[in-house]
């Protein structure tokens, strides 16, 4: 999967560096909303924690339009979500990293699952520190790194000290909080200091799993966010919807252009800007790729996974038709759960890929 530079058509309202005001990402959908009646259907998926109130908003919103379909939604992990689906036990699968070449081989081979981007979203630094409000906490690329490491161990450490002016960090000892489970929250943010960190990408690398240097391990996005809670000095990943649902505090991190960002829609909007080429089958990697001065750098696309051959007619035209709508009128729900419009260039190219969705051979019209 190589890292490509994308341009997504979000609208100048979401280009601000501040992230406070009442404004939202526009998304004007593609195609028009979604006229075709689907048949009652009962819809299965599983996967990701990290879009999972994306995913909820959205299938909310679509059962008022169309209630005769059912989506039930399991936010079990990327890793779970795709072991489910290769055995075909849910009817879509998501996860916040493209499947691989050997989980496409186990799935029947890379043209048998079609991949589709269906927002995007950013993990927040969240932490739990007496007395210390959001933000005032800033965290470089180094620093970040070290902390995930175990060679910055209390959080009044000089290098975190050095970057942290007029803020009171106490001594106290840094809990690294992260994911137990298969995940693509993991994989982004392994990805994330994989591209920051030399000694990171050395020693530990990147992956769903990894073999944590220091830490507690928790299973999915909301119970890291309740671990970090429950536990003083601790700090973790946690994809910004999670840390806003249980009122963590969370860092402002430096990025490429040398900024102090915070993690919102807007920010996550510019970790985009100026990127242009996309690969045919749109398994694109954003993280750290913007050098905008308002870019968030751990920022990252998730995806829906579907068999392209379907054979049962109901759960085909419900499928199709449900993703057509959660890429155009769906989209509207993104920003009102803490997540980013795809934007109208990268939302065309997923409609597309969601045309190569056949029913026993024939195309499956949205």
Known sequence: MKRVLIALSVGASVLLAACGGTSVANNPS??????????????????????????????????LKFSQVTVNYQAVGSGAGIQQLTKK???????????????????????????????????????????????????TPKTIAGIFLGTIKNWNDP?????????SLPNQAITVVHRSDGSGTTYIFTDYL???????????????SVSWPVGQGASGNAAVATRITQTPGAIGYVELAYARAQNLTYADVKNK???????????????TVGITNYPPDLRIDVVDASTNPDAYP???????????????????????NFFSWVLTKGQDQAATANYTPLGSDLQKLCVAQLHKITLNGSPVSP
């Not at 195609?31 to 909820?56: E, K, M, N, R, S």
């Open 159 to 167: 290098a975190l000290a050095a970057d942290n002016s007029g803020v």
């Open 89 to 139: 036990l849910v009817d879509f699968g998501a996860s916040d990293v493209p499947m691989s070449a050997t989980e496409l081989a186990a799935a029947g081979g890379a043209d048998g699952i079609v991949q589709i981007a269906s927002t995007l979203g950013t993990e927040s630094l969240a932490y739990n520190l007496s007395g210390v409000s959001n933000g005032q906490v800033k965290l």
């Open 30 to 63: 593609t195609g028009g909303p979604v006229a075709i009646t689907p048949p009652a259907a009962a819809l299965t998926g599983a996967g990701a924690t990290f879009p999972g109130p994306f995913y909820d908003a959205a299938r909310f919103a679509y059962n």
């Open 298 to 320: 751990i920022t990252g696309l998730t995806w829906a996974l579907i068999y392209q051959n379907q054979t049962d007619h109901g759960k085909a035209a419900a499928l199709v």
């Open 257 to 271: 252009a040398g900024q102090f960002v915070e993690p919102c829609v807007k920010t996550a909007a510019a970790a």
């Open 194 to 208: 994989s591209t920051v960190s030399a000694d990171w990408k050395s020693k530990v690398g990147k992956g769903k």
